[in-house]
């Protein structure tokens, strides 16, 4: 599919919601937020959340974004 095109907004999402990833990312306003998005930092927290890590990394690459760093659970990404 077509990746959407980003629209001036956000330059920085950083998350920390301590295992509440999938409630966030399932949102249905969250791809208007991603779009909008140039870097998103988020800590994921798989043990609390099982399966969350394949959540988040499969939605922000359908909205574009690549991994450019990431410590123990802390990950950053990058539009592409």
């Known amino acids: 599919g077509q990746v959407p095109a980003p629209t ?3 330059g920085i999402l950083k998350l920390n919601v301590e295992g509440a990833e999938r409630a966030v990312f399932s949102e249905p306003d969250m791809g ?4 909008q998005t ?3 930092m988020v800590s994921l ?4 959340a099982p399966g969350v890590t394949d959540l988040v990394l499969g939605t922000l690459a359908e909205y574009g974004f690549v991994q450019v760093l990431r410590t123990d659970t802390k990950y ?3 539009r592409s």
């Open 8 to 10: 001036p907004g956000v």
């Open 32 to 35: 208007d937020v991603l779009v």
């Open 45 to 48: 927290h798989e043990f609390a």
């Open 76 to 78: 950053t990404f990058a």
């Open 38 to 40: 140039e870097i998103v």
